[in-house]
């Protein structure tokens, strides 16, 4: 049979003659078997290297395409024929973002952001990227990617732009997540993204008075009768930033059942770059402690909640880790309440009060304004609850307690009932 030659990229066939000796005679015979072959592309080839065939033997054609495909494959992941890893930048674009998926699917990240980051490789990095090995990537190559190629890409029923700056930021940061998963993994020294300039991130052009026109329908849902997220998303009316407020513990609320209730906000929940894992910040996003006075409809959202959570204490107990079971907001599996789990339960909150989608961040600025419109209220005291810093602020700290915040804040309270009263009435 005539030899099948192999072109760069593609794979041949061959019918072979081998020869073996047969022990303790001194005599050798012959054996017919088939080599399958694949050529490297060039960008796989080791350093120096002009060409290089990756083989495979068998007794049927099948058998030796199996084996030299396996083969192939072993060496693009950069594994040695025995199955040891050898780290290598030899890797594709595409290879490592399977790789990287694989571990946002088991639970990385949360499945809405594994479906974005699926979305964004799928239609603007693999197309340009995919085939190129992770170690031939420039710093040029991506900033063509993110400042020219996807800057120019346009929707071709209209001709209009189709990223914005603030979309291929997200794209930016998807990639820049993917190549410090090839970091830890060995298949690269450093992120080649790390010198290439990100997309801005453009400013919120967000309605207040809109916001707050929408919070007495707002606070009907989440003070309906029922509504196991009431404390969950009533508490963010006390300016806590989402991963302030997710990160909360029963021990950072204190006098619940007397008559000067406290919430110490000391941390916040995030997502470890390292291992994936959510885990508690001991710190707030300035790094300042603060603790706010309570009073209703907090207290009492925090009091149902505390009977809801005695309840399922026992049936979580042996699902939830350990550093976990002090926390106020958990779900039924005992596993936190992450970011994006929020995000999707505040458009779903929002749907259902008829109201259209702003970021549950105004929360922080409704909550400013209330108590800014309220009278004999020092900015200072404003300050402390919602936690903002400036130099100019920080001596004001240092005599602010809780004290001073109490009639705000039931200010704020009553404030807040008399919305839901009128949503009803």
């Known amino acids: 049979m005539a030899k099948q030659r192999a072109t760069p990229g593609q794979g041949g066939l061959t019918r072979k003659t081998g020869r073996y000796r047969v022990k303790g005679r001194d005599k050798s015979l012959e054996y017919k078997y088939w080599q399958a072959?694949?050529?490297?592309?060039s960008e796989g080839l080791p350093e120096g290297a002009g060409r290089k065939r990756i083989t495979g033997s068998g007794a049927t054609p099948a058998e030796a395409w199996r084996r030299c495909n396996a083969n192939y494959d072993a060496f693009m992941r950069g594994e040695q024929r025995r199955g040891k890893r050898v780290p290598s930048s030899r890797v594709s674009v595409l290879r490592l973002f399977e790789e990287w998926q694989a571990t946002n699917e088991a639970g990385a990240v949360s499945p809405v952001m594994a479906r974005k980051y699926l979305g964004y490789f799928v239609n603007h990095i693999l197309p340009h990227l995919g085939g190129r090995s992770i170690g031939s990537l420039t710093e040029a190559d991506l900033t063509g990617l993110f400042h020219k190629t996807l800057a120019e890409k346009q929707n071709p029923k209209t001709g209009r732009t189709l990223l914005s700056e603030s979309a291929r930021r997200n794209v930016y940061m998807a990639m820049s997540g993917c190549l410090q998963f090839a970091v830890r993994s060995r298949y690269l020294t450093e992120n080649p993204l790390s010198n290439v300039r990100a997309p801005r991130k453009a400013l919120p052009n967000d309605d207040l008075e809109a916001v707050l026109n929408s919070v007495d329908r707002i606070l009907s849902i989440i003070q309906g009768e029922n509504n196991s997220d009431e404390a969950r998303h009533l508490l963010a009316f006390l300016g806590l930033r989402r991963s302030e407020r997710l990160g909360l513990c029963w021990s950072d609320v204190q006098g619940l059942d007397t008559e000067s209730p406290t919430l110490r906000v000391r941390r916040q929940l995030s997502r470890d770059s390292e291992t994936g894992r959510l885990v508690l910040k001991p710190h707030t996003k300035n790094g300042r402690d603060r603790t706010i006075a309570l009073a209703e409809p907090f207290t009492g959202a925090l009091l149902r909640l505390r009977a809801e959570q005695e309840v399922l204490k026992t049936k979580r107990a042996a699902n939830t880790a350990t550093e976990y079971?002090?926390?106020?907001?958990?779900?039924?599996?005992?596993?936190?309440?992450?970011?994006?789990?929020?995000?999707?339960?505040?458009?779903?909150?929002?749907?259902?009060?008829?109201?259209?989608?702003?970021?549950?961040?105004?929360?922080?600025?409704v909550t400013a304004t209330m108590l800014a419109r309220q009278a004999n209220v020092p900015i200072a005291t404003v300050m402390s609850i919602l936690g903002h810093s400036t130099r100019a602020m920080t001596i004001y700290y240092a005599h602010i307690d809780t004290a001073s915040q109490t009639e705000p804040i039931a200010q704020l309270g009553a404030a807040l009932t008399s919305r839901k009263r009128s949503a009803h009435s």
Do not use: C, T
């Not at 072959?37 to 592309?41: A, G, Y």
């Open 37 to 41: 072959s694949r050529e490297l592309p």
């Open 325 to 365: 079971r002090d926390m106020l907001f958990l779900q039924p599996n005992g596993y936190p309440i992450d970011q994006n789990d929020d995000n999707d339960d505040w458009k779903a909150l929002l749907n259902s009060a008829g109201v259209p989608h702003f970021r549950a961040h105004l929360i922080r600025h």
